[in-house]
Nanobody
Framework: QVQLVESGGGLVQAGGSLRLSCVAS????????MGWYRQAPGEQRELVAS???????NYANSLKDRFTISRGNAKNTVYLDLNSLKPEDTAVYFC?????????WGKGTQVTVSS
């Protein structure tokens, strides 16, 4: 089993920044992909960004200029730097880990951007 715990969400004014963190524990294999998704009220969950254990990244086209994903030195941690935040970025942000055909999810962290 794999457990994911997110942190770093909160309330921020438009134009501000946040750093989200996610720590994975449990049976983690050397090759995996970790990522961030978000879900706004009444909307479907959407990909924000992902990164493999070798460092290859993938971003939602509309977000790649403002958001940056990275992994920690321990490889079981993933970060998401959110810059120039907009009210439309308000959502619950979920961490995910994909390995061996399985996808694991954290419980999410709320990001609220006020205008």
């Amino acid at each position: 089993q794999v457990q994911l715990v997110e942190s770093g969400g909160g309330l921020v004014q438009a134009g501000g920044s946040l750093r989200l963190s996610c720590v994975a524990s449990g049976s983690i294999f050397s090759f995996n992909r970790m990522g961030w998704y978000r879900q706004a009220p009444g909307e479907q969950r959407e990909l924000v960004a992902s990164i493999t254990s070798s460092g290859s990244t993938n971003y939602a086209n509309s977000l790649k200029d403002r958001f940056t994903i990275s992994r920690g030195n321990a490889k079981n941690t993933v970060y998401l730097d959110l810059n120039s935040l907009k009210p439309e970025d308000t959502a619950v942000y979920f961490c995910s880990l994909q390995q061996l055909g399985m996808t694991y999810w954290g419980k999410g962290t709320q990001v609220t951007v006020s205008s």
